[in-house]
């Protein structure tokens, strides 16, 4: 049935997102991209841990990669993504002004990837 499709998608992309720490790792990366190695800087997480919640929000079709030199960096498949988020936060009760989600990746001073460095500019973003 067409209308199982429909709700079993939705299900499966709730599920995916149920879990706080998947859906900081969406934000951070916002509009941008972000490699784990930067992740790691800014969410203060081993490498490990960040890898696991980035596998199965890419199997799940939420992130795609790109993969430049021996950096792979992530980003959104879909920028829609935020506003699903945006609008549970919302319907969650968080009032609208502590809600900033279209960011860009932060820049840290203590991360060694392209971005932080200065060595990559991304065309999207300027950062
Ligand atoms: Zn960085």
Known sequence: ?????????????????????????????GLGEACVCHLESVLEKRQAYISQHLMALRDAGILETRREGKFVFYRLSNPQILDVIEKGGLAAGIDEKDLSLHGYPIRDKDCICPHCTGDLINKNTGI
């Open 1 to 29: 049935m067409k209308t199982m499709n429909y709700e079993r998608k939705v299900g499966n992309l709730f599920a995916v997102l149920g879990n706080p720490f998947r859906i900081k790792i969406v934000v951070s990366i």
